[in-house]
């Protein structure tokens, strides 16, 4: 069982950054592939980017390429998203979760989720 915990969201202003983790443990994690998703208000979670397990490839969501990057460091049992150039549109709940196998861009295909951070970007 893999216990995944969100941290460094926040409020921010428009064309701001934040840096989000997502802390590891109770598995081994450089056998998950990962992802991030987010939720924002009245609308379905979606996909937002995922790394394989040894951080080789990485996967985004149009809406954020460019802008967001992935990270992981599997000695720190720790993935990161670099979110940057922020717009009000990115305001939502972003979790994280982990998947056996390859990586995936498919929410029902990952098994494990974090409780989620808040980010929101003011105009």
């Known amino acids: 069982q893999v216990q995944l915990v969100e941290s460094g969201g926040g409020l921010v202003q428009t064309g701001g950054s934040l840096r989000l983790s997502c802390a590891a443990s109770?598995?081994?994690?450089?056998?998950?592939?990962m992802g991030w998703f987010r939720q924002a208000p009245g609308k379905e979670r979606e996909f937002v980017t995922a790394i394989t397990k040894i951080g080789s490839i990485t996967y985004y969501a149009d809406s954020v390429k460019g802008r967001f990057t992935i990270s992981r460091d599997n000695a720190k049992n720790t993935v990161y998203l670099q979110m940057n150039s922020l717009k009000p549109e990115d305001t939502a709940v972003y979790c994280c979760?982990?998947?056996?196998?390859?990586?995936?861009?498919?929410?029902?295909?990952?098994?494990?989720w974090g409780q989620g951070t808040q980010v929101t970007v003011s105009y």
């Open positions: 109770g598995g081994t994690f450089r056998s998950y592939a």
């Open positions: 979760a982990a998947k056996w196998g390859s990586s995936s861009t498919r929410i029902d295909e990952y098994n494990y």
